[in-house]
Structure formats: C-alpha cells, structure tokens
C-alpha cells in the first residue's frame, strides 16, 4: 500500500505529500500525528513544528528556506511565507569524503555493449555525420542539405502534420467549411525511408545564431563547442559550412580540436561559401564530398566494448516535487553503478547545486578540484547578481506549482542525481573529461544549454529526469526522458521512455529502478532501439554565450 507521506532525511522539518491529503485528515507519521488545517496536493511540503518569522526550514538535511511568516505546525510551506536560504560554503571549510562505498556490480562485470570504436579509444554508442555552420549565415544552406540528405538516403521522418494541412486543403477546395470542423486529425502512420548506410545512424545539422557580430569571448566559444562535438565519441565526421569573412573561423575550429586532441583524426570537409563564388558550386561540392566521408563512414560496425566506456550525462528538467524522491536518485545510483564500473558520469546545472555546494566541495578528489568547483560557483553567481538576478529565481511557475518553493529545495533535489561517489573532475563549460568516474560540468539549468554542454564534455547518452514532461533532445547524444510518476508517463507517453512512478507507489526501490534503468541504457548504447526524442526527431542545440542563463 503507498504511504501517505515522507520524510527525506531524518533531519528534516518537513514532510512530503505522496498523494492529496485532506484538510483536517490526520496524519500518523514516526509516532507523531499531524492534523492539516488545509488541503495539501501531492508532492507539496507540511512543516514537523511551529515556525517562528526567521526560523529555518530543512529538507534533504540541508537548509532550502526561511520562513517569512509564522508557520503552524501541519501548515504547508509555500512562496508566501517561506524564500530562499541556503548555507554558506567554502573549501575553507572542506571536510574530505574518504569512505565511498561503492555499489556491488558483480553481475555486470563481465557484461559489454554494441558500440563504435574511435581511434582515439573512446567508444560511441551511435554513429553520426555532423554539419555545422562558422556562422548563422549559412544556416539556410544548413536546412537545404539537410532537407536534401535526409529524404534521400532515408533519414526523413514522416510528416504526420503534413498530411494533416493536405487533407484540410482538400476539404476546402471542396467547399466543406463544416467538414473542416468535423475533420478527425488521425495521426497518419507513416514509415521511415530505407537507410542507405545502414551503419550509419544519421547526419545531423545544427542551426546557431552566433560566430559573427558579438563579442570575441562567444565566437570563441563557439569554435570551443564544436571541437568538443566534433570529439564526441558519438561523432564520424564533420563537414563545415564557413562565409569566410566571420570572427569564428576555421583556424580557431582546428586549433580548439587539436588542442583537446592531438591525435584527432576524424574527416573535416570545409567550404567556404566566398572561395566558391556562387551557392550552387560550394552547395554541390558540399554534397559530393559529403556523400564520399558517408561511405567510408558506414564501413565502421558496432563491436563488443566494456561498460566503462560508457558516458552518461544526468540531467533534469520540467522538475516536479517528486523529482528528488524518485527518478533522481533512481540517476544519482546508476551514477554510482557506472563510476563503479569504470565509467564517466556528468553532473551539470551549476545554479541547481546551490545549497549543497559544500557537499560537493567535500566530494572533491583533491583540494585543487574543489577551488575550481568554488570559483566557477562564485563566479557564476556574481555574473547573475550584477544583472539584478540570482539563482534564487532559478524555480519555474511549473516547479513551483509542483512544490519546489524555492532554488534551495529544487537544487538539493537536483544534487541527487549524482549519487555518492567521489567528484574526480569540475569542468568549465566546453572541457573535456580525461579520467574515469564523476565530473561536475558548468552550464545553466536551462535544459537544451545544459544539455548542449554534457554532450561537449563527452556523453554519449542522457538521462534526463521530468515530472512536468519536455520534449528535449540532443542532436549526437541520445537523450532518455525518465519520468518522476506514472501519471506522467501515462499521459505523455510519445516522449518518456523510463518510469521510476513505482517507487512512489511503494512497489520498487530506488536501487531496483537504477538497475533495471542500467540495463535499458546498454541496450540503447547497442542500437537496439530509439529513445523517444529520437524517433521525434528532437534534435535540440543552442550554444551557450555566457551571459545569465539560470
């Protein structure tokens, strides 16, 4: 039978809702019994005591709020009488975590997924073809290939709506006004074109508006992105399209690849759009030169690979009050599972860690990894104040609906994806890993930045928590929606891929969930099949410009 309700951590002065709890119902709970004075939805938060204006409130054992009014005991806690408070941190402070335990992964020691191997060593868990443009002027020439590549060697998907403005052209051509009204909108089944490069998993274009007229740190840093795409194990080839007179060029593209690897040796194409003369040349010689690196790039085939060459980016977004229960440390144990096996895991959205921040410094492997981890922490918070924001305006109206009242407690939520292992590395936005286990990797929370940011760090697939639902996708880096509740992933079943709403119920654990979800990531990571941002078509990219993104 599902509990009523929940304290996350013994230190804590609230108490979760499970499910909708009735005014004046009384709750029993650790031999005490709390009666609501009001109505208080699923995944909100009733205080233990009576609160004073001032006094603190604590979940996850962590500080997340102040009251800003007196509380009485049972009432639940809301953005009228609670803000956000978080505790002070500093390495100062640092208390090095010298105990990990790591999880039992004997019955996967021996285990191996399907993937592609890269000269280099890494090892992808897709095979895909990029064009990129230096500069948003050539991003109507982007569209075209795509266009172009994707019906013709069958990677076009159906186009369901398509049919759907046909058949309403068709009705009223004929004079139906009614017939529109009654038109039933079915979603046309259609079939996706046959492969050619059955060994290839698809050419993927990305649109941007930067690499020209702006400052020279955001042309920089888009030279910077695309070398970390580029390095992506998920990553074959490249071809680039340039205008020629833009800051980002292809000199600063090569030097930012071979700078974060020397020994790269992956096919760039480029093409020079002011070298050509007319659209029509560089467009063809783009398309036949392509078309050569899809040959070779199909001969490549799936091979056996140990799971520590796997890279699982953890992501969360359209958080809810269940977020921090269940799908994230459902994450934060399959986090725990892969570092164990030798694998990279990545931890981003720096102003959703705020208020564990010494948590993380403690789980630092090194007093210099921890100052980085600061310095990015601070710096990032500065940049946000000094334009009159701060994290503390990080939660959504969706979050807060959903009961994440205040950064604090959406962030500690947050934190739980990754797990308990040791920090071996903190990442500025662009850099990539070099060693084995969990990275913390600065980027906003906002999802397609955030996610934009792991796939250049490395991963090669994401698992990306909801409880609201989002359709974010990546364009190389398969990304897993894993649903917070049931309701969810019932009612938005075309986008979540993985359940964890059994563990609110009661009928699993967290380690059961995080087990089972290890296993759909192996076979993901073989091809066996599509997440669902996938088979949508959801290829999300937006690079980061360093301005305040929360």
């Not at 410094?361 to 710096?379: G, H, P, Q, S």
Request: hydrophobic share 35%; glycine share 10%; net charge negative.
């Amino acid at each position: 039978m599902q509990h009523k309700v929940l304290k996350v951590n013994p230190s804590d002065n609230v108490i979760v809702a499970l499910r909708n709890l009735e005014a004046g119902e009384n709750i029993e709970f650790e031999g005490e019994t709390y009666v609501l004075p009001r109505s208080i939805a699923a995944k909100h938060k009733f205080v233990t005591e009576d609160l004073e204006k001032g006094d603190h409130v604590t979940m996850y054992g962590v500080l997340v709020g102040k009251a800003t009014q007196p509380i009485k005991r049972g009432e639940q806690i809301t953005t009228f009488n609670l803000k956000h408070e978080s505790e002070e941190y500093s390495v100062r402070k640092r208390v090095p975590q010298t105990n990990w335990i790591a999880p039992d992964i004997t019955k996967w020691k021996n285990t191996a997924f399907m993937g592609y191997h890269r000269s280099d060593g890494q090892v992808g868990t897709a095979n895909y073809w990029l064009v990129l443009p230096l500069v948003f002027c050539e991003n109507r020439n982007i569209l075209k290939l795509k266009e172009a590549f994707d019906k013709a060697l069958g990677y076009a998907f159906p186009d369901v709506y398509l049919r759907q403005v046909e058949d309403l052209v068709h009705i009223h051509q004929k004079g139906g006004v009614n017939g529109i009204d009654t038109y039933n909108q079915e979603n046309h089944e259609g079939s996706v074109g046959r492969r050619l490069f059955p060994n290839l998993d698809g050419i993927k274009f990305l649109t941007h508006e930067s690499g020209c007229g702006e400052n020279n740190q955001d042309s920089e840093l888009l030279a910077a992105l695309f070398a970390a795409y580029a390095n992506n194990a998920n990553v074959t080839g490249i071809t680039v399209l340039s205008l020629g007179c833009q800051k980002t060029q292809f000199t600063d593209l090569m030097d930012e690849i071979k700078k974060r690897n020397p020994d790269f040796d992956k096919t760039v194409l480029l093409f020079e759009q002011q070298a050509y003369g007319t659209e029509f040349d560089m467009m063809s010689a783009a398309i036949k030169e392509t078309f050569k690196g899809l040959i070779e790039a199909n001969k490549l085939t799936r091979q056996p690979a140990p799971l520590s060459a796997l890279q699982i980016g953890l992501k969360c977004g359209g958080s809810d009050g269940f977020s921090g229960i269940s799908a994230n440390p459902v994450l934060g144990h399959l986090s725990d599972l892969v570092v164990a096996l030798g694998g990279k895991t990545y931890l981003a959205e720096f102003p959703e860690l705020c208020g564990v921040e010494q948590e993380l410094i403690n789980r630092c492997v090194t007093t210099e990894k921890a100052e980085k981890f600061e310095y990015l922490m601070r710096d990032y918070a500065a940049k946000a104040e000094a334009v009159g924001a701060g994290f503390d305006m990080n939660p959504s109206a969706g979050n807060i609906k959903d009961g994440l009242i205040t950064d604090a407690i959406k962030s500690a939520g947050a934190a739980k994806k990754g797990g308990t292992a040791p920090i071996v590395d903190v990442l500025n936005y662009t850099e990539l890993a070099k060693e084995a286990g969990l990275h913390l990797v600065c980027t906003p929370g906002n999802d397609v930045l955030a996610t934009t940011g792991k796939a250049a760090s490395g991963a090669t697939i994401i698992l990306f928590t909801t409880g609201l639902g989002t359709p974010t996708g990546n364009p190389i880096c398969p990304v897993v929606k894993v649903s917070t509740n049931t309701q969810l992933a019932n009612k938005m079943s075309d986008i979540i891929d993985f359940n964890c709403g059994e563990i609110i119920t009661g009928e699993k654990t967290i380690e059961q969930t995080a087990e089972d979800l290890l296993e759909y990531c192996i076979s993901l990571a073989s091809g066996k099949f599509l997440t669902k941002a996938q088979e949508l078509g959801q290829d999300d990219f937006m690079p980061w410009k360093r301005g305040v993104n929360l």
